[in-house]
């Protein structure tokens, strides 16, 4: 079975623009999170969808957003970017129920210029 | 507020021997808590979970032993090999707080033929 996928893998960006990260959770998950990974840092939560609705919010600015659409594929989109947006983005996916480990995909590398 | 830390960055030991990963958090009402292994450009992969109501938990080469008392987690790898060479994170939830893993720093383990 496929694992969760994340598109691209790479990508490059300057200070002032958009992004849009993609990614498909396991097949039967419901529930996609996304992750914020600064180099040498644990990933930092971001964002939960579970079922199309937002479950839950980290800390981050207004310019993140997300959304999670019927097949359960989700999108992270960040506006302005900053340098300091320069990370490894990484999706996971879980069934959803209590004591389901999330699965993360290899995530997308963002660079800032 | 670093609610989970991992305080070794790094972690040398010969094959053969055990290697233990630590962990110290500071919230009490985490639910459950999971150790996750990441190599170079993957994703995070899920090794071992405990709940919180529990004291250890054994899957093979790993056990995961919890003293609550002293909000503090330990991974044992027994008997340690070269493929476990990788950044060990460790991180936990709260169930009310659905899918939302709050991580460590992580260590770095390397592991000597």
């Known amino acids: 079975d496929a694992g969760v996928t994340q598109s691209p893998t790479h990508l490059i960006k300057t200070r002032g623009q958009q992004v849009t990260l993609r990614c498909s959770p396991i097949?039967?998950?419901?529930?996609v999170s996304w992750y914020q990974q600064v180099l040498g840092q644990g990933p930092q939560f971001i964002f939960q969808?579970?079922?199309?609705?937002?479950?839950g919010r980290g800390n981050f600015p207004d310019r993140f957003s997300a959304r999670q659409f019927p097949n359960y594929s989700s999108e992270l989109n960040v506006n302005a970017l900053l340098l300091g947006d320069s990370a490894l983005y990484l999706c996971?996916?879980?069934?959803?129920?209590?004591?389901?480990?999330?699965?993360f995909g290899d995530g997308t590398r963002l660079s800032i210029l | 507020d670093q609610q989970v830390k991992q305080n070794s960055p790094s972690l040398s030991v010969q094959e053969g021997r055990i290697s233990i990963l630590n962990c110290d958090y500071t919230?009490?009402?985490?639910?459950?808590f999971l150790w996750y292994k990441k190599y170079p450009a993957e994703g995070p992969t899920f090794l071992i979970s405990?709940?919180?109501?529990?004291d250890k938990n054994e899957d093979g080469r790993f056990t995961v032993f919890l003293n609550k008392s002293a909000k503090h987690l330990s991974l044992h790898i027994v008997p340690s090999q070269p493929g476990d060479s990788a950044v060990y994170f460790c991180?936990?939830?709260?169930?009310?707080?659905?899918?939302?893993?709050?991580f460590g720093g992580g260590t770095r383990v390397l592991v000597k033929p």
């Open positions: 996971a996916s879980s069934l959803g129920g209590s004591n389901q480990p999330q699965h």
């Open positions: 969808y579970y079922e199309k609705e937002e479950r």
């Open positions: 919230n009490s009402m985490f639910d459950y």
């Open positions: 405990i709940s919180s109501i529990k």
């Open positions: 097949s039967g998950h419901k529930s």
């Open positions: 991180a936990a939830y709260l169930l009310d707080a659905g899918n939302k893993l709050t």
